[in-house]
């Protein structure tokens, strides 16, 4: 087993299972008493939520496939370990050739990276007029910091639906 406990709902749940009554309160009072701290279960619960920023729109409603180059490019960061240390891979592809055109790694998941890995597409990359960049909600993405580069650049921001992971799946 890993170093991980679980909650008390769950640890109930299996002793249930198990042959053994035991409510949801005994085992988070156990667990206390034992000093074990619950670990929030990592997988992401996704429900569809209602988008309240009108300003927040999907541009690419799916469709990721272009004709020619930069005309739509999709970016998100990710989170991988490295010796226990958890480290930010931020990636921007551009749709046409479905190649990664920047990316950058942060010990932080910061604005400054998801920015800095924007300006080194940009750099790469000639004639970058009407583009589109698609990324999901993320509070980096739609920060004032990194939405005032986008206004700046004159890109079009598009962001998948509040709730709906598989509409920036292509990253």
């Not at 939520?49 to 490019?73: G, H, I, M, Y």
């Not at 989170?79 to 931020?90: G, Q, T, V």
């Not at 079009?156 to 709906?164: P, Q, T, V």
Request: aromatic content about 10%; hydrophobic content about 35%; proline content about 2%.
């Amino acid at each position: 087993l890993s170093n991980e406990t679980f909650s008390g709902e769950i640890i109930s749940k299996v002793l249930t299972k198990e042959g053994f009554t035991i409510s949801q309160g005994k085992a988070r009072q156990l667990m206390k008493e034992l000093g074990l701290v619950p670990v929030k279960d990592r997988k992401k619960l996704f429900k569809k939520q209602e988008n309240k920023d009108k300003s927040l729109r999907d541009l690419l409603l799916r469709n990721f496939k272009t004709d020619k180059p930069n005309v739509a490019w999709v970016g998100d960061v990710t989170e991988f370990k490295l010796s226990d240390n958890p480290f930010y891979l931020c990636v921007i592809i551009d749709l046409f050739s479905r190649k990664v055109i920047a990316y950058r790694i942060n010990s932080q998941n910061t604005t400054t990276l998801i920015s800095n890995t924007f300006k080194d597409a940009v750099a790469r990359r000639e004639n970058c007029k009407n583009l589109i960049f698609h990324s999901d909600r993320g509070t980096n993405y739609t920060s004032f910091q990194y939405r005032e580069l986008m206004r700046l650049l004159h890109v079009k921001e598009s962001y998948s639906d509040a709730g709906s992971p598989h509409d920036n799946a292509v990253v």
